[in-house]
């Protein structure tokens, strides 16, 4: 009980403290930039939760680190609450209620406070109610997912939120374990709607069964409006609360933002962290919402548990994140009673430092379109057999992506509703091995190409589904093969050659130019087969490699292969707006700051994290200098080296800025006025 009194007197302490006059208001977080993130998922064998968190520690944190907000722990996976519902399951460690704590503190900063809440996953729901559950296709109760067909939306996750909310005045949401912990649906309410709506009385259980994707694409549907229902309850019941439902509207759901959801977010891979932002910070820049990715702060590897990143580690992390524009956030954990290490905090600090010195030249910037990659939704629709959460599908995306960033060239990452509108902008679009688009968006490329736009594809499947325009013929059917793909040099002949088996379409060529060569084995002497080609379009070109570059560049990197992708973009993008003379390890964003200025993000890769092995890292060794070329039409009046103000050497003569940058550590923008 003692608990219980003590959370009434905090929260009566808080409200009196957001009543003072002057009080400094929580910036909102569509104009939010650096954030922190703590979550324990409270459980059943807590003991402690609260018992050492203190205003004096929140403070503490606060102060050095200087967030504009907080999320901290309310309910997790496991289902129980750390706060003292009335509504649900609150655990039964609860010493100390953090959140009065935190809220008591936070408001005195003027820094907003979100709670981490679980949505679709709850366990001790599904547990005390099992008619709340997902049934799998065995009609087996799930132990952890609920339904999104049945009762438990209104009779405990909306007056649950509603609940924590009012008592602790929140100024947001970040609701976790939601559109990728839905899944497909046998329960007996899912059943009964599927039949509404299609009069079918079962359902399928597998792809090679009938109305396989319509039984996918009716869960995503469903989804989404169960997420439109709760958002919108909790905006009436608190007009100005501002939520997210963590990944939903990212390549883990990239459909047309329906949901009124006020900023986007998502807590990307802690070992594969660098990949994984490069990808979904791309997409989350084209999405035209406020938004923000969650770094974990912490990493393991094999047989150890977690260890904390280093400052300079996130920092490396961050930089991905900022040079898109986007706001950036860190996921800690203090320890089960609440407390928050120094070593911890100081890191935090050192790493919003890091972020704040560039915020002015990297905060909502937006991109000057270079080379458009698809994601294509109507492939992953078909192709992932989940609701959401489409793992496995995008393993060719990212090797283009990452090709395509190590040769240098500015990229954004958009779905076919994102790009079709802006098609015109972009004077290159890749499609990675995408194997189903709608007509009209094949179209709507065929038309680009036509007025002078530059198509890449990228596979055997995106080829073939535009073979009568490749200036090919196509003999027989794709075969997996054994094949080994030649770089060449230019007038030096070939420099390099790299396995590459998989699927390849043998072509022969009719009206195409041939790019590329593969080989039986390393004797490039003999047996050749066309491996890429160009042809001209209208007023463009279409280049096509028919079989799996960007597959095979993915899963092993090989400098060769990416020299082969460089051999197919060049002829198609001859004169891309910024060129690097430097490593691999830099990738290039050119952007817009929020006034307008041109700046170029420098990103240094140099030594980035290796899962298992060599997980966290501490040093990132400088390169340079670095060569930059720049096509802008007016001579800038200066140069600006963000965060330091170092100065640059640079020369602007006839539509061309050169610039050498002496070297780069982490991250760079050179801005120009």
Not at 103 to 129: F, M, N, P, Q
Request: glycine content about 8%; proline content about 6%.
């Amino acid at each position: 009980m003692s608990r219980f009194l003590l959370s009434v007197c905090l929260i009566v302490a808080l409200n009196i403290s957001a009543d003072c006059e002057g009080e400094k208001r929580p910036v909102p977080r569509r104009d939010a930039f650096f954030g922190l993130h703590f979550d324990l998922h409270p459980n059943k064998n807590d003991t402690v939760l609260g018992t050492d968190i203190t205003e004096e520690l929140v403070n503490r944190l606060l102060v050095r680190v200087q967030p504009d907000y907080v999320q901290y722990d309310c309910k997790g996976h496991a289902g129980y609450t750390g706060y003292p519902t009335e509504i649900g399951w609150p655990s039964p460690g609860i010493v100390k209620d953090s959140l009065a704590i935190w809220r008591k503190v936070t408001l005195a900063h003027g820094v907003g406070l979100y709670i981490h809440y679980s949505g679709v996953w709850d366990s001790v729901a599904v547990e005390h109610h099992p008619e709340w559950a997902r049934f799998d296709a065995e009609g087996k109760v799930d132990p952890n997912a609920t339904t999104v067909f049945g009762p438990y939306i209104d009779q405990l996750l909306i007056p649950q939120l509603k609940e924590v909310v009012g008592r602790y005045d929140l100024d947001g949401l970040w609701v976790d374990g939601e559109c990728w912990a839905a899944k497909l649906d046998y329960s007996p309410a899912a059943m009964e709607v599927w039949k509404k709506e299609t009069g079918l009385d079962t359902a399928p259980k597998s792809r090679s069964e009938a109305n396989w994707l319509e039984w996918k694409m009716f869960h995503r549907r469903h989804y989404e409006d169960y997420l439109c229902r709760w958002v919108d309850a909790l905006h009436e019941f608190r007009p100005n609360l501002q939520i997210t439902s963590n990944w939903m509207y990212s390549t883990i759901a990239p459909l047309p933002v329906r949901a009124k959801l006020d900023y986007l977010s998502g807590d990307y891979s802690p070992g594969l962290s660098v990949d994984r932002a490069r990808v979904e910070a791309r997409y989350l820049a084209s999405t035209g919402m406020p938004w923000d990715l969650m770094a974990w702060g912490f990493d393991k590897g094999q047989k150890l548990d977690w260890s904390l990143k280093t400052p300079v580690h996130l920092q490396q992390e961050s930089a991905v994140v900022l040079m898109q524009g986007g706001g950036f956030q860190i996921y800690n954990n203090p320890t089960r009673a609440g407390y928050l290490v120094d070593p911890m905090i100081e890191t935090l600090g050192q790493v919003s430092d890091f972020c704040r010195e560039r915020k002015e030249v990297s905060h909502k910037s937006v991109t000057v379109p270079q080379v458009a990659v698809l994601l294509s939704t109507e492939t992953v629709w078909d192709r992932s057999d989940n609701v959401f959460s489409p793992w496995g599908c995008y393993d060719e995306l990212e090797g283009a992506l990452q090709a395509l960033l190590e040769l240098h060239y500015s990229v954004d990452l958009l779905a076919e509703h994102q790009l079709e509108p802006r098609l015109k902008e972009f004077p290159l679009v890749v499609v990675p091995d995408s194997y189903k688009l709608t007509e009209e968006f094949k179209n709507a490329l065929l038309r680009y190409v036509e007025e002078g736009g530059s198509l890449l594809l990228m596979g055997e499947k995106s080829a073939r589904l535009f073979e009568p325009n490749l200036g090919v013929t196509f003999e027989g059917e794709p075969k997996e093969i054994r094949t080994e793909l030649a770089c060449n040099g230019g007038e030096g002949g070939i420099v390099g050659i790299a396995n590459a088996n998989g699927i390849w379409q043998k072509i022969q060529v009719t009206k195409a130019t041939a790019v590329g060569y593969r080989y039986p084995t390393r004797d490039t002497r003999k047996d050749g087969e066309v491996a890429s080609t160009v042809v001209q379009f209208g007023k463009g070109k279409i280049g096509a490699v028919y079989g799996p570059l960007a597959l095979d560049f993915f899963r092993s990197h090989h400098p060769y292969l990416r020299e082969c992708v460089r051999e197919i973009v060049e002829p198609l993008f001859a004169n891309p707006a910024v060129e690097i003379d430097g490593p691999p390890c830099i990738d290039v964003a050119l952007r817009r700051t929020q006034d307008g200025r041109l700046c170029l993000h420098l990103l240094n890769l140099a030594n980035v994290p290796h899962v298992d092995r060599y997980g966290i890292i501490d040093f990132i060794p400088e390169v340079g200098p670095i060569g930059v070329k720049i096509r802008m039409e007016e001579k800038p009046k200066a140069l600006l080296w963000v965060p330091d103000g170092g100065k640059i050497r640079w020369l602007w003569k006839d539509g061309v800025l050169t610039a050498t940058i002496p070297s780069l550590h982490v991250h760079g923008v050179l801005v120009m006025k």
